[in-house]
């Protein structure tokens, strides 16, 4: 995954540039011919693509450009391009692998011959210290600060409510009628309207090849704008469906919603490559009602959590967990607590206060004297193992926060709304003392 900071000297010793393999021998005229020079350059865990256009053969239609191994890209690596595209970036890439990048043209009557260079990615896409936590302050302002912990905040986009960050380190912002978007590039170039004509309803979201996505606003049907330059479509194959209930973006390009009532729920995710599989669900205890969902986050390898809200006055929320291809659901923790959460490609991340109390318990003339110190942090991977790391220096009392951010390395970074200990934390990987980066509030949070 692609991280902003330190991105100048990465670049000054991560170059490397692909050679064309030969091209197949025979082009036939109904089909367009290969594309010519056809070269892939990369700076860690990027990759650009360029070629030009066939010297022979028929119309250039589109393109077809393939990534192999394709482990973390959207559209299990492939890519299909208008005609005028030239070029493709590929982000999210693995340390000390090599990849393939194959390109053909398409025609009416068929696709040419096909062109593949390599790549070898030589910079660790988990490196923590290439990575950068962006945030909404309190002013709407995008502003991003260094995961490391250290040196201040800049500001990278203002107005930025519902803005999205893709690998690149470039960052995205709906207009405030939600009709456009503009793009602000990585390292400050000029701001670049990229979309009009939308409808965008909650905010944007990316995946890591950059293509962004939300749910219209006139037809409540999940979009995606790719990162090629293509119009923005439906997410899902063909024309798609409203979306219903609590729906959630993840960042290889999965989109989940997730409705129902206390006695019957509906999962519902597009993969990728536009195909919908629909699951109706079973509670873990059988017998046992679903409560009022609030949120939803698409986790480690599809995996969706959600939360189960209590009616009533108890106001306690529970985290859940609904395994990729599952139709029942698992709690994630086994007792009650005030709650922050995070997930990145491979964890999800629970931090939990040591005790917990009833909503109305706190308007009651002795209040509610808890303790709700963090002592542990709960890490489920993608093999629905669990366990607890050690965590110190920060009290939860928010009900229902906003969750946190996580970065590729395990480091957690939420926001304190309020208590004893207000403000943006730093958790270290695997635990320990809780880093206060600022006391000032943020909002969504996102690590890339």
């Known amino acids: 995954m692609y991280k902003a900071v330190l991105t100048a000297a990465v670049a000054a010793v991560l170059i490397a540039v692909g050679v064309a393999l030969p091209a197949q021998a025979v082009t036939h005229s109904s089909t367009p011919g290969a594309p010519t020079v056809v070269r892939v350059t990369g700076t860690g865990g990027d990759a650009d693509l360029t070629w030009r256009a066939p010297s022979s053969g028929a119309k250039v239609t589109g393109w077809r450009v393939q990534i192999t191994p394709a482990e973390q890209q959207p559209d299990q690596g492939v890519d299909r391009l208008r005609a005028s595209a030239r070029s493709d970036h590929f982000g999210a890439l693995t340390t000390r692998t090599t990849y393939s990048f194959t390109v053909q043209a398409t025609g009416s009557r068929g696709t040419g011959p096909a062109v593949t260079v390599r790549y070898t990615a030589t910079g660790a896409t988990s490196d923590p210290t290439t990575q950068s936590l962006y945030a909404l302050d309190a002013s709407g ?50 701001p670049k309207t990229i979309a009009t004509g939308l ?6 979201s990316a995946d890591v090849a950059g293509n ?10 999940p979009m995606k704008l790719p990162v090629t330059g293509a119009p923005a479509r439906s997410a899902a194959a063909g024309a798609g469906t409203p979306a219903r209930g609590v729906i959630a973006f993840g960042r290889d390009g999965t989109v989940a919603t997730l409705e129902g009532t206390t006695t019957a729920r509906t999962a519902t995710t597009i993969a990728p490559n536009g195909v919908v599989t629909t699951r109706s669900l079973t509670p873990a205890a059988e017998g046992t009602p679903f409560n009022r969902l609030t949120q939803l986050i698409v986790g480690p390898q599809g995996d969706l959590y959600f939360t189960d809200t209590s009616g009533g006055g108890a106001g306690y929320q529970a985290w859940n967990e609904l395994p990729a291809g599952a139709t029942t659901t698992t709690p994630v923790d086994d007792r009650f607590a005030f709650e922050l959460v995070a997930a990145n490609s491979t964890s999800f991340f629970l931090l939990r206060s040591a005790q917990w109390c009833a909503a109305i318990s706190e308007g009651s003339p002795n209040g509610c004297n808890i303790d709700r110190a963090v002592h542990d ?30 970065a590729e390395d395990g480091v957690v970074y939420v926001d304190i709304a309020d208590g004893a200990t207000p403000g943006l934390w730093r958790i270290p990987a695997g635990g320990g003392a809780a880093q206060q980066l600022s006391t000032a509030q943020f909002t969504r949070l996102t690590v890339m």
């Open 377 to 406: 942090m709960l890490v489920r991977d993608a093999d629905e193992m669990t366990r607890a790391v050690s965590v110190s220096g920060v009290q939860l009392t928010t009900r229902f926060p906003f969750p946190g951010a996580a």
């Open 199 to 204: 409808h965008i309803r909650g905010g944007l």
């Open 141 to 190: 302002s995008v502003v991003r600060f260094p995961s490391s912990g250290t040196g201040p905040a800049t500001t990278v986009a203002p107005n930025g409510a519902g803005y999205a960050a893709d690998d690149r380190g470039d960052v995205f912002v709906p207009a405030p009628d939600s009709t456009s978007i503009t793009m602000y590039p990585v390292g400050g170039g000029a």
């Open 212 to 221: 962004l996505y939300w749910v219209d606003s006139t037809t409540s049907i």
